[in-house]
């Protein structure tokens, strides 16, 4: 947890700050924008002529505090852009867009400027500081809240080669599974942005506020959406594509132009069924997957060379060098410290299956590690045993009776002794109760007893970040309190 009390705070007057050109509500101009330029999106798009008009009749409160960051010799604001920006139109109302300087003008005859000239900002050590603060004020009820664009895109600014997503995830209170899929949401969004569209369909998709990027977010993370597309993404959410390049432009123009019009939304796509539906209907725009190539993210946006067919896919490892993706699904850093030499033994079996030879065994391995690491709590720490007393007293069980994995999957989400992240715990209660999710339970079931039913790697990948931030805790032997008898 980050101590806030060691942040320097200093008033400073508003002129000297900056509004930040990384806001993610300000949407993709094609290059950094300048401060007028983000004053004038602000204006447009986030309520600030209100916002100004509330500090010009009230004053500004003494309890705000600006967060700011001292980046390349220049005070920017990270967190308070529109209070920020509020300020500056009243002392310098001519910033403001032509067609409202005159609004804007009457409410800074209304005030003191000198009232206005200094504001009070607390200075993080680094955006990375700042983030866990961003992301709960903006995910919350406090402040007007970013569209789902929005925050993918702040999200994608924190993460640097030299990044750790578990310790990313932990620091900002969400799972890893929900940091990768925002990761998703913002590659394929810059993406949408720089495809050749109408210029009717380029307004609204540049636009975070007026482009429906809940329905995108729909299609990232439904398979069946990414491998018509003939796309993968690696496990910090940057695309690999397996096509010719212009065969997926085509397809995926359609998607992003069919998203912009309002042809289909979160409605229309609710469910696995309806994707599936809606791919159907592609027709002549259904991209040829005979046509093989390879591009990437960075590629697509001009930041790289598309690989060649004999480049194998690598990631920076922050250190001037690569390194190749994990072969196998548990990290290294994941250790098993229980008694059970069974569960060892699937563990270390586990550890060696790589995920792209072998997606059947490490979908039914995952399956049963799992199943053991929580039926190994819950005995060990007693919490079984009502479940056990009820189902042998109430429902006429048998002393033969064990509990489901489900069933102790919804005992552990309710148990808060075990620390998840409330994004993680949220993620595991819709796998438990949603067998329509993509990364349900009964998916994870079907692995098992349905021989119509096969794993991918990449569904693999994503149930075990899924699953980690509960496993990863049950690993260790647990905290017997006293007076408990042990199984041992």
Known sequence: MSDYSKWAERPMMVTALLLDPKNPRIPELGSEPSQREIVEKLVE???????????????????????????????????????????????????????????????????ARSAMAKVRVSFAPSREAAAPLIVNRHTGLGVQRWKPAQQAKYLRTLITPESSLEDLAKQLGMSK??????????????????????PQVTEVVRSPRDFNASVLERLVQSTDAMDFLGVEFDD?????????????????????????????????????????????????????????GRFTSDSLLGRAAAPTEHESSTEPTGRGGTRRDSTTLIPSGIKCRLDSPRINDVFRELRKLKVRDFPNSVGVLLRIFAEMVLYNYLEKTKKIDP?????????????????????????????????????????????????????????????????????????????????????????QEPHIPSGVKTTK
């Open 45 to 111: 798009h986030d309520n600030v002529y209100e916002l100004t008009r509330d500090i010009a009749d009230l004053g500004f409160f003494p309890t705000e505090v600006l967060i700011g960051i001292r980046e390349d010799g220049k005070d920017i604001i990270v967190e308070g852009n529109r209070r920020l920006a509020a300020l500056k139109l009243l002392i310098s109302p001519d910033l403001a867009p032509e067609s409202v300087a005159k609004k804007f003008r009457a409410l800074s005859e209304r005030v």
């Open 177 to 198: 599974t929900d940091l990768i899929n925002n990761l998703k949401t913002d590659t394929m969004y810059q993406i949408a942005c720089s495809l050749d569209l109408s």
């Open 236 to 292: 910090r959410g940057n695309l690999r594509g397996k096509i010719d390049e212009q065969e997926f432009r085509k397809a995926y123009g359609r998607m992003v132009t069919d998203i912009a019009s309002g042809e289909e939304d979160t409605r229309s796509l609710n469910k696995s069924d309806d994707i599936k539906k809606y791919l159907r209907k592609f027709g002549s725009d259904a991209p040829n997957k005979k046509r093989k």
């Open 387 to 475: 479940l056990l007393e009820k189902a042998r007293t109430k429902d006429n069980k048998g002393k033969e009776w064990s509990p489901s994995f489900r069933q102790m999957l919804n005992l552990l989400l309710s148990d808060n002794d075990i620390p998840i992240p409330p994004l993680a715990r949220k993620g595991l209660n819709k796998m438990a109760s949603d067998d329509d999710h993509p990364l349900s339970l009964d998916k994870l079931d079907q692995f098992v007893h349905n021989h119509y039913v096969a794993p991918t790697e990449g569904e693999l990948r994503k149930l075990w970040a899924l699953l980690q931030p509960l496993l990863a805790p049950l690993l």
